[in-house]
């Protein structure tokens, strides 16, 4: 089947992500050219993303609101959307970068070409990453490269959350990762242990560009980060990997 006729289900959790959503959504729409659907996860009544989607429902109708009712989180929002997505192809985005979403194209040619599982990539291939707390982007930078050269990782940005991945392949996947987007990293680890068909698409990344409520905790989210590198350390770096190269455009 040619990837013009899969239904792809977006992803975008949000916390407070009015402002972003008003901006986002017109440009998804404009951008998208496949059959798709947008599924925006809240996880509390109170979130004034609830009255903003409310709003673009009037304008968008295969925009709609999941309530995350499995706890509080990132992980959990995304599993919610998993649950009730009805595409065959699962995109999970940010909703405050709207830049990533020039990539999905390139993202769905990969998956016709036989990928599995498409990682965006802020450090390679002419991906770059801008904004954000000095901090976060040099640990975020250091942390993947060195993540390669001890595991022998085939991508360059495990961290990032920009994934396209087959539902059915999704569901297979137990994904544990507690605080903040850590699940992406752990999702990274897991699909390389599975033996999967791994792709990688360039992306420009420019953190909380529309300004919204940020999540990001330093303490935890670096306990958690920490601790799911030294968990893909532990096993990758002994897979008996299929994959020795990711594909890319250059490579279909």
Same mark, same amino acid.
């Given at each position: 089947?040619?990837?013009?006729?899969?239904?792809?289900?977006?992803?975008?959790?949000?916390?407070?992500?009015?402002?972003?959503?008003?901006?986002?959504?017109?440009?998804?729409?404009?951008?998208?050219?496949?059959?798709?659907?947008?599924?925006?996860?809240?996880?509390?009544?109170?979130?004034?993303?609830?009255?903003a989607i409310k709003q673009l429902k009037n304008t968008y109708n295969n925009v709609d609101a999941v309530f995350n009712d499995l706890g509080r989180g990132v992980a959990n929002a995304i599993m919610?959307?998993?649950?009730?997505?009805?595409?065959?192809?699962?995109?999970?985005?940010?909703?405050?970068?709207?830049?990533?979403?020039?990539?999905? %194209?390139?993202?769905?040619?990969?998956?016709?070409?036989?990928?599995?599982?498409?990682?965006?990539?802020?450090y390679a291939r002419g991906g770059k990453r801008f904004g954000g707390s000095f901090l976060g982007a040099t640990l975020s930078r250091l942390a993947n490269k060195?993540?390669?050269?001890?595991?022998?990782?085939?991508?360059?940005?495990?961290?990032?959350?920009?994934?396209?991945?087959?539902?059915?392949?999704?569901?297979?996947?137990?994904?544990?990762?507690?605080?903040?987007?850590?699940?992406?990293?752990?999702?990274?680890?897991?699909?390389?242990?599975?033996?999967?068909?791994?792709?990688?698409?360039?992306?420009?990344?420019?953190?909380?560009?529309?300004?919204?409520?940020?999540?990001? %905790?330093?303490?935890?989210?670096?306990?958690?980060?920490?601790?799911?590198?030294?968990?893909?350390? %532990?096993?990758?770096?002994?897979?008996?990997?299929?994959?020795?190269?990711?594909?890319?455009?250059? %490579?279909?």
């Open positions: 089947m040619n990837y013009q006729q899969k239904k792809l289900s977006i992803l975008l959790p949000v916390y407070n992500e009015a402002d972003s959503l008003k901006i986002m959504i017109p440009v998804l729409e404009a951008t998208v050219d496949v059959d798709h659907e947008v599924l925006i996860i809240y996880d509390f009544p109170e979130d004034n993303s609830v009255e919610k959307g998993v649950s009730v997505a009805k595409g065959e192809l699962v995109l999970i985005a940010v909703v405050d970068e709207v830049f990533p979403i020039a990539s999905i %194209r390139d993202m769905l040619k990969l998956i016709n070409g036989g990928c599995d599982f498409v990682s965006g990539t802020r060195m993540f390669r050269l001890i595991t022998g990782s085939v991508l360059t940005d495990s961290t990032t959350a920009m994934k396209m991945i087959k539902k059915s392949i999704f569901e297979k996947v137990t994904i544990e990762a507690k605080a903040g987007w850590a699940f992406a990293f752990e999702l990274s680890i897991k699909a390389q242990l599975l033996g999967l068909q791994l792709g990688e698409v360039p992306i420009v990344s420019v953190d909380r560009l529309f300004g919204g409520d940020s999540t990001f %905790r330093l303490g935890a989210w670096v306990q958690e980060y920490t601790k799911w590198f030294i968990w893909g350390v %532990r096993r990758l770096n002994r897979s008996n990997r299929v994959q020795a190269k990711v594909i890319t455009l250059d %490579r279909l």
